[in-house]
Each structure stands twice: as C-alpha cells, then as structure tokens.
C-alpha cells in the first residue's frame, strides 16, 4: 500500500540531540541498582507476582462475565437501537456463511467487560505514517471552530511540537477553546518555558501524574494515550505522539539509530457518534487530575450518522481492577476462526496472552505477527524474543519490520474486526499505562488493514524456526535477562 500524501506543509521539523526515553530510563535504573544493591531483587520479585495475580484475576472473571450476558447493543445518533435493529446491523457484518462465532461470542464479552455500546453510523480514515498523520491533524485543528481536546505522552519542543502549539496558540486567539493533557514523565525533556507560552496564551494544560515525592507509589501509572478530539465531531486515535522525528529522520549526529530511522506509525481519523465516547474518556482523564473538567454541553454536540462504520471506544486505566483492553484483544484472539493479524511496536505479553496466541495457531487459525526489527527500546525488543521459539513451535508466522522503526499497534481478526489504538502486547500497557483504542467492525475496513499489514509483510523479514534455533548463546542470554525485567517496561 503506497503511503498516502500530506495535508499539510512542515515547517522547522529539526534534529534533536536529547537522548532517548529508553537510554535514560536505563541509566537511571543502573544508578539506582547500584545504590540500592539487593534490595531491588526483592522488591521486584513482589512486584512482578503481584502484576501476575493481578491479570491472572482479571483472566478468571474475564469470560465468566459474559456466560450471562445480554446480546450486544448497538447505539445511533438517536439512542440505542432495538434487539431485532442491533442483530440486524451485526448480521450484516458476519460472514455469509453464518454467523461467526467473533461477532457471538467476543462481542457478548466485550458488553460485559465495558458498558461502552457498540456505535453504529461512523466514518473512519485509515491514516499511515508521520506525513498523513500530522497532516490530517493539523487540517482538522485548523478548521476548529469551538474546541480542540488534545492528550499526549510526548509533547515535544522541537519543531514540529512548536509548530502544533503555536497552531494552538492561533486557534486559542481566534475564540477557540484548548485543553491539552500531557504525561508529565514522557514529557519529563520539555522545558516548562514551552509549557508556560501555552499557558499565557490561554491554553488550559495538566500533566498527568507529575513526578514527585507524593507520587512515588503510582510513578509507573503513565497516560500513554494519544487522542485528538475537534469541535467533539473528530478524533484521531492511534500511537503518535507529537514529536519530531515521528515525521522523518533527523539529520543531527544523534546516536541513536531509532532517531535516524523512518517511524511505521497508525492512526484512524473518525467522524460520527462515537467521537462522544472518546470526549468522555477526555473529560474523565481531566477531572482524575484537575478535579473537575472542560465546560461540557459545548463540548458534546448531537452528532448524526456520517458513515456504515459500528465503532466501540474503549479505555483502560492502571488502577482497574479488569484491564478492558487487554481482556478484549484475549476475547478477540480466543474467538478468532480464520485469522489473525499484529502489528505491534513493543511485543512482551504475559504468558495467558502467549496462550491465547498459540492455541490459535494450534486450531487452524492463521496467526501472523509483523513485530520491530529496530526500535528504541532494546530490551523489550529482546524480551519480546525470547517468546519467538514458543511461537514459532505452535506454527504462529513472525516477521521483524525492516528500514523503519515499527511504532504501529493494530490488529484485525478474520477481516471483521479491527483495532487500533495506543496500547502495545506487553506488560506496560496491560498493568501500569492509561490506554484508549478504537475497535472497528465491518468488511470493509478490514480489507483496508489486511492490504496495509501485507504491505508491512513484503518490507519484513520472516523469521523461520531453523534460524532461530541457530542464534547464539550470547543472544539466549540477552533474551532471558530482558524477560526478568519485562514487568517494568
């Protein structure tokens, strides 16, 4: 699949010479091994059966919930639709040979995992890659005529982060309202001098869970969401953070290879009724950290159907007790019949997970995974691999992305059922991130992901079992001590 063209014309995207979060966070770790000694063994060792309990709980009420449950409910512009309308709009979804047991099964569970409703009559964009992204986003925030919601991980002051605050800035002049949620830990390299410029200009911003001596118990909790929400009829959902070098490589000295390296990025660009959804997950991420949110009745205008797409929002949060993304990517694979197809930046799941994947593979489902070969956090690159041989015993097909730096998470299941979103398959996004994706139904949308993974398929490697049973010792070790470590990733 080509790459689609930009909308819109970058200014001053220039190098940058700060080292990146994964280096950083390393050499702190180093510091703080040496300084604590032992001790940090322990602490470990109850942290990581602590997470492990705690998805392990979350697996055992996982599927229970949904023995009982009611059939899906699909939702309008004008409420929720009958009984007969819902199954009527999902029919129209499942394969002709009948009903399948993904849109039966994994929808039932999905209901009683979120009481977020199944959206019908929405409009949804594929969008690949820095250029198409950035240019659709920043088409849309220059149209804005009431109010731009915006929630990052990074925001960076470089020039494409200065080139999206100052077009804040100018909407914020012309009367329109701006809210602006940032990580304050993924954002920890911006100055606050960027921040205050905003500020001034009358931008409403709050970092998410700011580091410090109060917050040392819940340090791991980050917003790793990625959301754009314009005028509360468009939203950009998907893993771009707003960072230069997530456009093209940049042309300084930096060390760093991820830096040098094109970014395989995802988004989806949706109009319609869901658009709501995604606006009160803002509102409630807002009001966890201010304490009360956005003026809302402007912010949550009627909408009417725009498009065929049935769209559900979903968002988790570290401190839930069930982690509703990760339980519906489990649903979807344990219901999956004819394929399944990752795209995924930073592969380290648990072992249920690896189950789930497996037994998959083992019941005829075609399982295909097209993971990063380069990426800017070696040791989750390397505990990720250590699943590989598991994997590839079971028949599941991996490939590593070559000549880009694979930062995509997507995954679409027997060509009816589609997400993408910010959430990765490792412990970090399961256990310890704030998460938000778009899960998208229909055949058509499907055939769109297929063609966009068979085009990141032919620019992979495929990693065969004979080759991967010939690597060295030294890389089996660098494996089993990445994978000791995977819980903090």
């Not at 909308?7 to 300084?35: H, P």
């Not at 791991?220 to 468009?234: A, E, M, P, S, Y």
Request: hydrophobic share 40%; proline share 4%.
């Amino acid at each position: 699949m080509s790459e689609p063209t930009s909308r819109y014309e970058f200014q001053g995207v220039g190098s940058s010479t700060s080292v990146t979060i994964g280096t950083r966070l390393r050499q702190r770790v180093r510091a703080l091994w040496r300084r604590i000694g032992s001790a940090a063994i322990v602490v470990s060792a109850l942290a990581l059966l602590a997470g492990c309990s705690n998805l392990q709980r979350s697996d055992k009420r996982l599927f229970s919930a949904a023995l009982e449950t009611a059939p899906p409910v699909v939702t309008s512009s004008s409420g929720p639709l009958s009984r007969r309308q819902s199954e009527a709009v999902l029919k129209k979804l499942e394969r002709k040979r009948g009903p399948a047991t993904l849109l039966k099964h994994h929808l039932a569970v999905e209901q009683a995992l979120t009481s977020n409703d199944l959206v019908a009559g929405n409009r949804v964009t594929l969008l690949e890659n820095g250029p198409a992204i950035y240019g659709a986003m920043f088409d849309a925030v220059s149209h804005a005529r009431r109010n731009i919601n915006v929630e990052t991980y990074i925001l960076s002051d470089d020039g494409l982060g200065r080139e999206f605050a100052n077009l804040l800035i100018r909407k914020r002049s012309e009367g329109v309202a701006v809210n602006v949620i940032y990580d304050a830990l993924g954002s920890r390299d911006t100055p606050r001098s960027f921040f205050d410029l905003m500020a001034k200009a009358g931008i409403r911003l709050t970092a998410f869970n700011p580091l410090g001596i109060n917050t040392l118990g819940t340090v791991n909790n980050r917003d790793h969401r990625k959301l754009l929400i314009v005028d509360g009829r468009t939203v950009f959902v998907g893993g771009m953070n707003l960072r230069a070098f997530f456009v093209r490589p940049l042309n300084g000295d930096s060390v760093d290879e991820s830096r040098q390296l094109p970014w395989r990025e995802t988004d989806v660009e949706i109009q319609g009724p869901v658009v709501a959804t995604f606006q009160k997950f803002f509102f409630a991420h807002w009001k966890s950290q201010r304490g009360s949110p956005p003026v809302p009745s402007e912010y949550l205008p009627p909408l009417r159907p725009v498009g065929n797409y049935v769209v559900r929002a979903i968002a988790s949060r570290a401190n839930q007790p069930v982690a509703l993304i990760y339980a519906t990517l489990l649903s979807a694979i344990n219901s999956a019949e004819k394929s399944i197809y990752i795209t995924d930046a930073y592969f380290s799941p648990n072992r249920r997970f690896l189950n789930a994947l497996t037994a998959a593979a083992k019941r005829g489902v075609d399982v295909e995974m097209i993971l990063p070969s380069k990426t800017d956090a070696k040791l989750v690159l390397e505990a990720g691999r250590s699943n590989y041989a598991r994997l590839l015993d079971a028949g599941v097909k991996i490939y590593e992305r070559q000549d880009y730096v694979l930062h995509a998470k997507t995954m679409v299941i027997d060509g009816v059922w589609s997400t993408v979103g910010s959430t990765n398959l490792d412990w970090r996004s399961f256990l310890h991130n704030d998460e938000v994706n778009a899960v998208v139904l229909g055949r058509g949308f499907g055939r769109k992901m297929e063609a966009m993974f068979a085009a990141d398929r032919r620019g992979s490697n495929r990693i065969t079992k004979r080759e991967w049973d010939r690597r060295s010792l030294w890389e089996r070790m660098r494996e089993g001590f990445a994978s000791m470590w995977e819980w903090w990733f």
